[in-house]
């Protein structure tokens, strides 16, 4: 392949990666050199190390003495500065969100470079230079709030501006409906657009925009929802954006195990279930699972420490949800053929002979009555006999003719489980990247009207996805972003 034909690539790789910047989950610091007159310092390096993993991202002023350090994973920074003849620049805890810009103006002092100009105690920086509003939920915020659900999707609901959709009904990570199901400064419902790592996490049918997976809590560094997206890079969608960034491994081996239970033996039965006589329905949801990271090390092979890392987390929610079903099933009578008891409700409920029809004037048609409307035990067909034994007797009045005679405390039982896994290397100060993948399984059994296998249904869903990323800065005013991601 020739220059000529790689260019148009490369071209396209850099107009993707400039559109996607403003969904990135990553941040970006930015700002000005100057000395102490205010002229701008060309050609400075500047270097941003984060404080958990200790990889470092390097820029240069270019002609104006404008510096930009983009797609840095939220977190603390300690940004330092050095030129010949100044004294060395450094700031501790700066702090980088999920698609901030955050605004850092550098002034150099005059003096030995070996000497050192730190700031301390300043007011914490505010993103000042992108022209979107939304609400960040840290990681402290998603991890120790009550979170009734286990999904943290429902702190969207945090935003202000954000109006829930639904009737207050569950908003598990395996659902997708519920979720979504929110609106933003008046946007309508199912108009959000939702990303993982900066990558699409967004499905939709004919009707409804939703989010495809919902990660587990553990495996979540924080999120932004953008409710005002006035960057005309945030044009996707008349709602907000959902940007989603995931845990990386840092320094430092950490890792974590839950066990959330609720359970029916906490509850008391209903006035429903008492007057059926029925006991209360069994409901148990146990929510577990495990979380891990920290830096790659393979003894007397490989050391990752500040320069390749893991995280994984696998969850699993298993539970079942009290489904209350009120129907109507054959009284023992009926079930022989003997409809009698309804004929003292009014002739309406007389049941005729469908082997008795014959023509009668003016286009009509007749039928003979059953006497007594009772059904000869010879005109019942055996395979209907069979069937009807599949359906319960019933358990409660119900109306004088028979319906909603039936009562049973169901439940939709309830089986998931996910797992989501990255991995993060550090090439150089100018190369890195980082690969995300993740799986889960939803199976879902309900709708049983008559706690048998009369009836019911049986769903299941997979979600996939995958995602692969690399930031190379080629120059102070050139680098790329690629960027590739599938979900499925």
């Known amino acids: 392949m020739n220059i000529k034909s790689i260019l148009p690539i490369v071209c396209i790789l850099i107009i993707v990666s400039g559109i996607a910047s403003g969904q990135d989950s990553r941040g970006t610091i930015l700002g000005r050199i100057t000395d102490a007159s205010g002229a701008t310092l060309p050609n400075t390096e500047v270097r941003a190390i984060n404080a958990a993993t200790g990889v470092a991202a390097a820029a240069k002023t270019n002609a104006s003495g404008n510096y930009s350090l983009p797609y840095l994973p939220p977190g603390f920074y300690s940004v330092t500065s050095e030129a010949a003849g100044f004294r060395k620049f450094v700031r501790d805890n700066v702090q980088v969100r999920v698609s901030d810009s955050v605004e850092l103006n550098i002034q150099m002092a005059v003096g030995d470079v070996a000497e050192q100009l730190e700031v301390r105690a300043e007011t914490p920086l505010l993103s000042t230079a992108d022209a979107s509003l939304g609400q960040v939920v840290d990681e402290k915020r998603i991890l120790e709030l009550p979170l009734f ?11 202000p501006g954000a109006t829930n959709g639904t009737d207050m009904r569950l908003r598990k990570a395996a659902f997708n409906n519920a979720p979504s199901q929110f609106s933003t400064d008046g946007s309508g419902l199912f108009n959000n657009e939702f990303t993982i790592d900066g990558v699409t996490n967004t499905f939709s049918d004919s009707a409804n925009v939703r989010v ?29 954006v959902v940007n989603v960034s995931t845990k990386g491994g840092t320094n430092d081996l950490h890792g974590s195990a839950w ?15 008492n007057r059926s006589g029925q006991k209360l329905a069994i409901y148990q949801d146990n929510r577990y699972g495990l979380s891990g990271g920290g830096p790659v090390v393979v003894p007397k092979l490989y050391n990752g420490k500040n320069k390749t890392f893991w995280f994984f987390t696998w969850e699993a929610n298993k539970f079942g949800s009290p489904a209350p079903i009120t129907s109507t099933v054959p009284r023992a009578p009926w079930r022989n053929g003997d409809l009698s008891d309804l004929l003292r409700l009014g002739a309406n409920y007389q049941i005729y002979d469908p082997g008795t029809i014959q023509t009668a004037a003016g286009g009509r048609f007749s039928r003979q009555p059953f006497p007594g409307n009772i059904i000869p035990a010879s005109r019942i067909d055996p395979v209907s006999k069979k069937i009807l034994d599949f359906y319960p007797l019933p358990n409660q009045a119900g109306t004088t003719d028979g319906r909603n005679n039936f009562f049973t405390s169901g439940k939709a039982l309830e089986d998931y489980w996910t797992t989501i896994g990255r991995f993060d290397h550090a090439f150089s100060e100018k190369d890195r990247m980082f690969i995300r993948f993740h799986r889960d399984f939803w199976e879902e059994d309900k709708n049983r009207s008559f706690a048998n296998d009369v009836n019911g249904l049986i769903l299941n869903r997979i979600n996939r996805g995958i995602a ?21």
């Open 468 to 488: 692969l990323d690399e930031v190379h800065v080629f120059s102070p005013s050139f680098l790329l972003n690629f960027r590739y991601g599938l979900s499925q």
């Open 149 to 159: 659900s286990g999904n943290a999707m429902e702190f969207a609901l945090l935003a």
């Open 259 to 273: 066990w959330w239970l609720r359970h029916s033996a906490l509850d008391t039965p209903d006035i429903f279930q």
């Open 212 to 240: 495809a997976f919902s990660p587990p809590q553990a495996s979540i560094s924080e999120f932004k929802v953008q409710t005002s997206a006035f960057d005309a890079s945030l044009g996707h969608t008349t709602g907000s």
